[in-house]
């Protein structure tokens, strides 16, 4: 039995104790955030307003305090949205975390100083070096993980025998885990497909999605490849994997769909999605500074024709 904790109460978070619970670790939730998280969780059945369904008892809810990280755990695992990265890269340096950890987060960062893209373990890392870091990403709608669909995922560590043994920690037979040694092609993949799929969401009919599927994949390898991740980690969980699970569905396609039917984003989000996080439009923002410098527009055409329907509210002519 290993101690496990999960940092993040969301969606994501809460759903990955199950199949840990289902492993017979000892499993502990907290929720540094979210107040109809802690609500959630906190409570007696921990019914889950996101995931619609209750916890298992045997899950743990934890306040978030400092006083967390004193004890020493098995795994620590980060299941925080984009937002909340800064937050925890600033408390693992404070405690000096010695335990390993798996982040579930997907995102990039853009450093405005130094003008750079960062993947969320090279920000972790960037504060606290000694970090013992894996990363976990793929196609996983955290509702179907909650109710025990079969599940394929993959986890990334340089050091594959450490992705080895979370994996084995964590596995079950309705998750299932692939390996890769490319930490920063997994991360750049399960990032860029949430731009993707809004791309590919605005095709309307199946075989103009099918056409954009298509060249989105060409686009994603060129910049994987330019960024010193691995071409063929597109072809991944974590690339076209991922792809497919955000592009049929989701809230990423759902926008996209809108912006095909020629609505622009600001009017879209406002009449139909004006409570939704649309994490590809997030993404957008944060790394089009850096794109729109450092790219040719004719090798990703539709990544600049997202970038400028988005940032200039223009409509999206594809
Ligand atoms: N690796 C995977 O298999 C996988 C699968 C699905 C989603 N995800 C990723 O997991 C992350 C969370 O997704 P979710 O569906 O649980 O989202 P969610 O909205 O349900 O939960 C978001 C979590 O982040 C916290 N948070 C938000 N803003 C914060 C801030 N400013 N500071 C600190 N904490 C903050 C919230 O309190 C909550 O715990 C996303 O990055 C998502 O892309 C990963």
Redesign the pocket.
Known sequence: MKKILI??????????SIPCIDNNHKVFIT????QR?IKNLSSKNKFHS?LKINLPKKLKFKKYSNKLFYEKYDLIVI??????????ANELKKFKVKSPIL?????LKYEKLNKKIFTISQTLLKSSPKLNLS????????KE?ARKCK?S?IIANKNIKIAKLLGKMISTKYYLIEYSKDVIGVEIC?AIK?IYSMIIGSGLSLNKSSSLFQKSLSEMKYITKSLKGKEDTVLSLAGVGDLYVSAAGGRNSKMGNYLGQGFTFQRAKKKFMAND?V?GEQLVREIAPFILKKFNSKKIPLMFQMIRSILKNKKFLI
């Not at 940092?7 to 990955?16: C, D, E, H, T, V």
């Not at 982040?103 to 995102?107: A, D, F, N, R």
């Open positions: 940092i993040g109460g969301g969606a994501m978070g809460s759903a990955f929720e540094p955030y979210s998280f996101a299941a925080l949205s984009l937002t909340g990265i800064n937050f925890i982040v579930l987060t997907k995102g990363v976990l990403k793929g196609p996983c709608l955290a993980l599940t995922v399960s949430n996080t994490e």
